[in-house]
């Protein structure tokens, strides 16, 4: 079963991937009581098995069950952890878990950030998307109704359990959700790995249990070594926000038309391709090799087209990017496929007519 390490001197953690990590990841694990933070769909499924495995190692456990979706990415959702961690009595070493997809991870994750100044976390990821994103990496916090994620916090985990067993479980169309940020490491910055998703996406859509452990231990391996290279994201230029590709284009889609209406993998998919449409329009990419990424996406039975809500909404969403420095907007695009950079001269004119292209079926 594969360790990865994310590098972060004194706070750099493990990643564990495997079948059945649920039941045995936690031999060693240093904890005495632990407050789960889960939801309504994913406690029946795992979190009777998650607190007998902390039993196990000695640690008595609470769970925090909150309502399911990204619509619930919130302020209401933080409180309802806050509320019961205070009346559990929980104090600076009880360590916060986060069982669930993304959503929960960075819920659970700001909580860890900010009860009583910071508390240990574990992420126990769920889904695909979380299982190659979310959960390594220390981005945590909440969405505004003006922006994505724009309330938050980065806050390590001490470990990573990657129960591949629990994608079992997932709705087709998560699994697909997940694939996107999976395409995202080979286009910014992994060739080989998406000659190997152009050869293997078939074997990925139909569950191939090996394919798809090789997938997320391939996604994480890049992922810790960016993060391992600019952890805060304070990169001038290239950096952690590459990791951003198609995320802006991708957050306005979210945003604008509702938190949980389109998922979040399957706005940056629409995304990649719109940041793909901007680079072939800045003459870096072949118009062949956009459409390699167009053909790639329909193959994850991912959209490629944007959220019809007009190029000045597009742009107004956009203008709340964190990417955005003295009010100027660096956007990730790609020099070719497999290397990605931030580009902060895409002017409005060119920007506008990658979105009416890309937002017009
Ligand atoms: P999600 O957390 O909403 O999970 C998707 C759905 O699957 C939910 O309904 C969930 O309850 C359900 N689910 C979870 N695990 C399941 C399982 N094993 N079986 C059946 N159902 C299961 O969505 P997500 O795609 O995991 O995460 C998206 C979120 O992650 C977004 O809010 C996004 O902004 C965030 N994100 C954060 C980072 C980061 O670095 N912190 C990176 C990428 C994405
Ligand atoms: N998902 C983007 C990041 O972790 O930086």
């Known amino acids: 079963m594969p360790i990865l390490n994310v590098e972060l001197g004194s706070r750099s953690y493990p990643i564990h991937i495997g079948s059945g990590l649920l039941g045995h990841g936690l031999a060693k694990f240093p904890v005495k009581r632990v407050a789960i933070i889960t939801n309504e769909a994913v406690a029946p499924l795992y979190l009777e098995r998650l607190l007998a495995s902390f039993e196990k190692i000695g640690a008595g456990g609470t769970a925090i069950i909150l309502p399911d979706g990204e619509a619930h990415k919130n302020w209401d959702s933080l409180q309802i952890i806050y509320d019961r961690l205070l009346a559990e009595k929980c104090d600076r070493s009880t360590a916060i878990v986060a069982l669930g997809g ?33 959960s390594v990496g220390g981005k945590t916090g909440i ?7 724009m309330i938050g916090a980065f806050w390590q985990p001490r470990l990573v359990l990657a129960d591949t067993d629990t994608l079992n479980t997932l709705p087709d169309r998560e699994l697909s959700a997940g694939l996107a940020e999976v395409i995202k490491y080979g286009l910014i910055r992994d060739l080989p790995f998406l000659e190997w998703l152009e050869a293997n996406i078939d074997r990925l859509v139909s569950r191939d249990a090996a394919a798809l452990s090789y997938a997320i231990e391939r996604s994480c391996r890049n992922k810790a070594e960016v993060v391992a290279g600019d952890e805060l994201e304070t990169a001038a230029e290239g950096g952690r926000a590459l990791l951003n590709l198609g995320h802006t284009f991708g957050h306005a889609i979210e945003t604008g038309v509702g938190y949980g209406t389109w998922l979040h993998g399957e706005a ?53 990017d964190k990417k955005v420095i003295a009010g100027r907007l660096r956007l990730v695009l790609l020099k070719r496929l497999g290397e990605a950079v931030t580009w902060p001269a895409a002017t409005p004119e060119q920007m506008r007519a990658t979105i009416e292209q890309c937002c017009a079926d």
């Open 268 to 320: 940056v998919a629409a995304g990649m391709v719109m940041a793909a449409d901007l680079s072939q329009r800045l003459g870096w990419l072949a118009v062949s090799d956009v459409e390699r990424v167009r053909e790639l996406l329909i193959k994850a039975r991912l959209p490629i087209s944007g959220a019809k809500l007009g190029s000045e909404r597009y742009l107004e969403l956009m203008s709340h």
């Open 143 to 149: 969405n505004h109704p003006r922006g994505k994620n």
């Open 102 to 134: 993304g959503v929960v991870g960075d819920l659970a994750g700001f909580a860890a950030a900010t009860y009583q100044r910071g508390v240990p976390f574990i992420q126990v990821p769920t889904t695909l998307l979380s299982q190659v994103d979310s």
